[in-house]
T-cell receptor, first 111, second 112 residues
C-alpha cells in the first residue's frame, strides 16, 4: 500500500514564526501536492511538484513556499506564519496522471 | 475542469446500499469522473474512477449515464465505517492534468 506520512498531526506556532511541514511518500511517485482544508471552502491546492526541484503554484500559493530536494520528500514552508494560516494541511502524492494518495493531515494552529 | 453538483448530505441505513448522486452536466469528452471520500480527521481516500463505462472495484461501483452528465457512486452494503464526506470530481486523465478540484461533497451518515 502507498504510504504518505506527515511530520506532525497537530502543531501550534506563534505569529511570525517560520514553519516547516514535512511530507514523505514511499512509493516513488513523481507528483506531490500540498492542500489546505478549511470549513466551507473544501480542499484548496497550494503548490504541487512533478519532479525533484520542480514546483508549480496552485490556487492559493501566497504566503507559502515549497521545497523538493529528494523525490520522496516535499516540504511546505510558511515563512512568517499568520493567524489566517491556521488550517488543516494535507499532503498527497501520485504517479503522473493517476489518482492521488493523501497523508493523514497536519492541523496547524497559529496563535 | 467541469464543475460538479452533489447533495450536501444523505443518510443510509447500515447494511443497505448507499447511492450517492453527482451531476456534471458540462463534462467534456476527455474528462473522467473520480470519487474520493474523507473520513473525519483523515486525509481523502481514492475510491474509484471511470470515463463512460460502469466500473466496479472492491470498495464501490460507479454508474455513469449514457450522456455522461451524471453519475452515481454505489456502496453496496454500507457499514458505519462508510460515514464520511464523499467528493465527486471530474478531470482530464493523464500527465499534465494533475490538479484535482474538490467541491464541498456529500456528507453520508450511516444509521445503525
Amino acid at each position: 500500500d502507498v504510504k504518505v506520512t506527515q511530520s506532525s498531526r497537530y502543531l501550534v506556532k506563534r505569529t511570525g514564526e517560520k514553519v516547516f511541514l514535512e511530507c514523505v511518500q514511499d512509493m516513488d511517485h513523481e507528483n506531490m501536492f500540498w492542500y489546505r482544508q478549511d470549513p466551507g471552502l473544501g480542499l484548496r491546492l497550494i503548490y504541487f511538484s512533478y519532479d525533484v526541484k520542480m514546483k508549480e503554484k496552485g490556487d492559493i500559493p501566497e504566503g507559502y513556499s515549497v521545497s523538493r530536494e529528494k523525490k520522496e520528500r516535499f516540504s511546505l514552508i510558511l515563512e512568517s506564519a499568520s493567524t489566517n494560516q491556521t488550517s488543516m494541511y494535507l499532503c498527497a502524492s501520485s504517479i503522473r496522471g493517476n489518482e492521488q494518495f493523501f497523508g493523514p493531515g497536519t492541523r496547524l494552529t497559529v496563535l | 475542469d467541469a464543475k460538479t453538483t452533489q447533495p450536501p448530505s444523505m443518510d443510509c441505513a447500515e447494511g443497505r446500499a448507499a447511492n450517492l448522486p453527482c451531476n456534471h452536466s458540462t463534462i467534456s469528452g476527455n474528462e473522467y469522473v473520480y470519487w474520493y471520500r474523507q473520513i473525519h480527521s483523515q486525509g481523502p481516500q481514492y475510491i474509484i474512477h471511470g470515463l463512460k463505462n460502469n466500473e466496479t472495484n472492491e470498495m464501490a461501483s460507479l454508474i455513469i449515464t449514457e450522456d455522461r452528465k451524471s453519475s452515481t457512486l454505489i456502496l453496496p452494503h454500507a457499514t458505519l465505517r462508510d460515514t464520511a464526506v464523499y467528493y465527486c470530481i471530474v478531470r482530464v486523465w493523464g500527465f499534465g492534468n494533475e490538479k484535482l478540484t474538490f467541491g464541498t461533497g456529500t456528507r453520508l451518515t450511516i444509521i445503525p
